[in-house]
C-alpha cells in the first residue's frame, strides 16, 4: 500500500528475560491442562420462559468481518505499528438527503404476496427479495399495506389475518410467524425505513374472494352497526365516534408493539362515488349517524360534516400515535388535485367534496410529519400537470412538513398510454430540483421489479445513496459523536465503529444507532457510504482503483434521521492476519 502520507511511529520492546519466557510457558501448560477437560453445559434460568422482545434491528448471522483477537501478550513480545493520517478534514462532503420510498401493496395481491396461500418460506422469499430490489436501486424505505380492509398482515388481537396472505380470513400463516415482525427485521437488517400502511374505514374488498367468506372476529359479524354497504364494499362508517375510535385503536396497537418507522394512510377515507345503473352516484349511506352527530354538532351541511369526521380522526390519530412514540413519522397520500382550480389550470376530480378529503387543512395544521400527494399524471398534461401541482402543494406547507409525492412508476407497464423510463426520470429529477420537496414514493414495488426489453431501465434512478430527510419538528437533538477504531489488514481496511461517547466518565451515552455514514477519502476524493446501525465493523476498499485510502469521517445517525458530529480518522493500526 501507499504509505507516503503517513507519519509512522515503531515501538520495540525490550528483550524478554528467560525466567519470564520460563514463567509464561508454565502458565501455558496450565491452562492447556484445564481446557482438556469437557465443561459441563450451562443449563437452568429463565431464558425459555421470556416473553417474545419487541421487534428490534438485529444483525445477520454471518458478520462481513471476523472479530480481530490480537495475539497474547502482544505488546510484551513483538512490535506493532500505527501510522497517523494527516488529512486536513475541511472538505468533508454534506451527507445526501432524500426520501426514496415504495409503496407495497396487499390487497387483491397487486405487489405481495403474489397470490394468496402461498407457502410462507415463498411468501417471505418475495418480500426480502423486494426488500433487496429496493436496496439495489439505492432506495431507503418501504410502505407495506398491513391493514387492507379490517384485516391483519400481523399477529392481531382485534382483527382476523388476511385473506389475500393465507386464503382464508381468519386463517394464520402456517408454519406461523408474524409477517409484519418479519418485515420490520429484514427491512432493517438492510438499513430500510418501514412504514405501516393502514386503510382505516374500507371493511371489505369485493377482490376478497376466499374460501369461508368473511371471519367470525370480523368487525362486520362482531359489530353490524359500525359497518354499512356501499355497493359490492363494507365500509366502517366515519360519522360514528366509535368506529373512529376503533380504527385508531387498531393502529396505535401496532405504533406499541412493533419497531415501525412510520404510520401511513392512502386516499380512502370516505369512499370514491359508485354510480347507479342510472348513472346517478350511489348516495353513502350514513344518515343515521348523520341523524345523531350532525345534529348534536349543529351541522347542516352534510358534506361539511363528513369532512369534519375525517379531519377529527387524523388528527386525533397523529396525536394518538406521539403519545406512545414521539418519534413514529405519520403521513398521508392524500389524491393528487385537493380541488379543480387549484391552481387555476388544474382539472379533474374534487376529493375535497366527493371523498371529504381536505388534505390541503392537514398539512397547514400540521397534523401530519409528511404529505405524498398521489400526482399520478406526465409532466406535459396542463390539466394535471406534474410539476405545477408538485408546486401548489408547496405553497401550501407553511409549518414546512415533508413533501414527498407519489408517482406512477406502474404506468411503465400500462396496456394503454404507458409512460417512458424517461418520464419517471424527469419527475424524480424535478422533485430532486425543487425546493419544496425532499423525495417520493413509487406506486408500486411491482412496477421497480420488473426488467424493461431485458434490461434493467431502473437501475439509474438514483446515483448514489441517500439519508431520509430528518424531522426536527419532533426531535432536532444530535446523537453524540461516536467512537471508531481503524485497522490496516493486507486486503482492506475494517473500521470497527462503537455509539458510546466519553469512556472515561460514568455517565456514558448508550443509543442504538440507526445508521452509520462513512465519508471515506481516496486520494482527494469522498465517497459516501450509508450503513445500517446493527453493524459494529465497516469494510472498505485500500483504493477506489485509483487513489489510495487517506482518510475517513464517520457520523451516527438516530431513528428521525438526526446526525452526529463526525468522528475523524487520525490514526490507522496495522494488523497482521
Not at 111 to 121: A, I, N, Q, T, Y
Not at 448 to 456: H, T, V
Not at 483 to 512: N, W
Request: charged content about 25%; overall charge negative; hydrophobic content about 35%.
Amino acid at each position: 500500500m501507499n504509505n507516503s502520507f503517513r507519519s509512522q511511529s515503531v515501538v520495540d520492546h525490550p528483550a524478554v528475560p528467560a525466567q519470564r519466557v520460563c514463567l509464561y510457558l508454565l502458565l501455558v501448560m496450565v491452562v492447556v491442562g484445564f481446557g482438556c477437560s469437557s465443561p459441563r453445559p450451562i443449563t437452568g434460568g429463565k431464558e425459555a420462559d421470556k416473553p417474545e422482545e419487541p421487534v428490534k434491528p438485529t444483525a445477520p448471522e454471518e458478520p462481513e468481518v471476523p472479530p480481530y483477537h490480537p495475539p497474547a501478550m502482544a505488546e510484551e513480545i513483538s512490535p506493532y505499528l500505527t501510522y497517523s493520517i494527516e488529512t486536513p478534514y475541511a472538505d468533508i462532503p454534506d451527507t445526501p438527503r432524500e426520501f426514496r420510498g415504495a409503496w407495497i401493496a396487499t390487497v387483491d395481491n397487486i405487489d405481495w404476496p403474489s397470490e394468496p396461500g402461498l407457502p410462507v418460506k415463498q411468501q417471505k422469499m418475495e418480500l426480502t427479495a423486494m426488500m433487496d430490489r429496493a436496496k439495489s436501486l439505492r432506495m431507503n424505505a418501504i410502505i407495506l399495506q398491513v391493514r387492507p380492509a379490517a384485516d391483519a398482515f400481523y399477529h392481531s388481537p382485534f382483527e382476523p389475518w388476511s385473506v389475500y396472505l393465507t386464503g382464508q380470513q381468519g386463517k394464520a400463516p402456517e408454519p406461523f410467524y408474524d409477517p409484519l415482525q418479519f418485515a420490520v427485521k429484514e427491512a432493517h437488517r438492510r438499513g430500510l425505513e418501514i412504514h405501516a400502511w393502514f386503510n382505516p374505514f374500507r371493511a371489505y374488498h369485493p377482490s376478497a374472494d376466499g374460501e369461508g367468506g368473511l371471519a367470525p372476529n370480523h368487525i362486520k359479524n362482531l359489530h353490524p352497526e359500525m359497518v354499512v354497504r356501499y355497493g359490492s364494499y363494507y365500509w366502517l362508517d366515519p360519522g360514528q365516534e366509535r368506529v373512529q375510535q376503533y380504527s385508531i385503536n387498531i393502529i396505535t396497537d401496532v405504533v406499541r408493539r412493533y419497531d415501525i418507522d412510520g404510520v401511513h394512510l392512502d386516499d380512502y377515507f370516505y369512499p370514491y362515488p359508485l354510480r347507479k345503473s342510472n348513472g346517478e352516484h350511489l348516495t353513502f349511506p350514513d344518515a343515521r349517524s348523520y341523524g345523531q352527530q350532525g345534529q348534536r354538532r349543529r351541522i347542516e351541511d352534510r358534506s361539511e360534516w363528513r369532512r369534519q369526521n375525517v379531519n377529527n380522526f387524523i388528527q386525533r390519530l397523529n396525536t394518538e400515535i406521539k403519545l406512545i412514540d414521539p418519534h413514529v413519522r405519520f403521513g398521508i397520500s392524500p389524491f393528487g388535485i385537493w380541488r379543480p382550480g387549484y391552481p387555476r389550470q388544474i382539472k379533474g376530480f374534487d376529493a375535497f367534496n366527493r371523498i371529504y378529503a381536505d388534505a390541503r387543512k392537514w398539512l397547514q395544521e400540521g397534523w401530519v410529519d409528511y404529505l405524498a400527494p398521489q400526482l399520478y399524471w406526465p409532466i406535459e398534461k396542463q390539466s394535471q400537470s406534474f410539476p405545477v401541482l408538485l408546486e401548489w402543494w408547496h405553497q401550501q406547507n407553511e409549518k414546512q412538513r415533508h413533501l414527498w409525492p407519489g408517482i406512477y412508476t406502474s404506468k411503465l407497464n400500462a396496456r394503454a398510454d404507458a409512460w417512458t423510463v424517461q418520464e419517471i426520470e424527469r419527475q424524480i429529477e424535478i422533485t430532486n430540483h425543487h425546493r419544496g420537496a425532499t423525495g417520493s414514493i413509487h406506486f408500486s414495488m411491482k412496477a421497480l421489479m420488473e426488467n424493461r426489453d431485458g434490461r434493467d431501465a431502473l437501475s439509474g434512478l438514483y446515483p448514489e445513496e441517500a439519508l431520509i430527510p430528518a424531522t426536527p419538528w419532533l426531535d432536532d437533538h444530535p446523537p453524540p459523536r461516536p467512537t471508531a477504531e481503524v485497522l490496516e489488514l493486507s486486503d482492506r481496511y475494517v473500521i470497527q465503529v462503537e455509539p458510546k461517547r466519553d469512556r472515561g466518565k460514568e455517565t456514558a451515552v448508550d443509543m442504538d444507532p440507526r445508521h452509520w455514514v462513512v465519508k471515506q477519502r481516496y486520494g482527494d476524493q469522498w465517497e459516501t457510504s450509508i450503513h445500517p446501525g446493527w453493524k459494529e465493523r465497516i469494510t472498505l476498499p485500500p483504493s477506489n482503483g485509483h487513489r489510495p485510502f487517506t482518510g475517513a469521517a464517520i457520523t451516527l445517525v438516530d431513528e428521525l434521521g438526526n446526525e452526529s458530529e463526525p468522528y475523524l480518522v487520525r490514526e490507522v493500526k496495522i494488523v497482521t492476519e
